[in-house]
């Protein structure tokens, strides 16, 4: 493995980590896609959203020189180094209530966000 990976199998272990729940939910999408190459869900942060900054999830399937893993029962989440210094020390869940199923991020460095939970500030 190269030296600029950084594997993360503990939830509990900081910088980042994903629950059980997370993992199952990309592993059933991730069954669902209909190319063969190896996918990976992609964490990022961008500017924007109604609180200043928003999460990003996408599946991919190329990694950059500043990409860290994070894997939990053979789910490897990928967040770039940039935007884990705005999530260090959080968890990608995967909640499924009435009004809907979603991904969140629980983000020990916001100190707000907005309703849809999708936007944070610091």
């Known amino acids: 493995m190269p030296n600029d990976l950084l594997v993360n199998n503990d939830v509990e272990t900081k910088p980042f980590g994903l629950t059980e729940s997370a993992a199952v939910q990309i592993s059933k ?47 490897e989440v990928v967040v770039d180094e940039t935007s884990l210094e705005l ?24 100190s707000s966000s907005c309703g849809c939970g999708t936007s944070f500030s610091i």
Do not use: H, W
């Not at 999460?55 to 939990?72: G, P």
């Not at 999530?87 to 916001?110: H, K, M, W």
């Open 29 to 75: 999408l991730l069954l669902m896609e209909e190319e063969s190459e190896k996918k990976f869900m992609r964490v990022a942060v961008e500017g924007g959203g109604c609180s200043g900054f928003q999460y990003i999830f996408k599946f991919d399937t190329e990694r950059n020189n500043d990409d860290l893993v994070f894997e939990k029962n053979g789910v």
């Open 87 to 110: 999530v260090t020390g959080g968890r990608l869940d995967y909640v499924e209530e009435l009004i809907g199923s979603y991904f969140q991020i629980a983000n020990p460095n916001a």
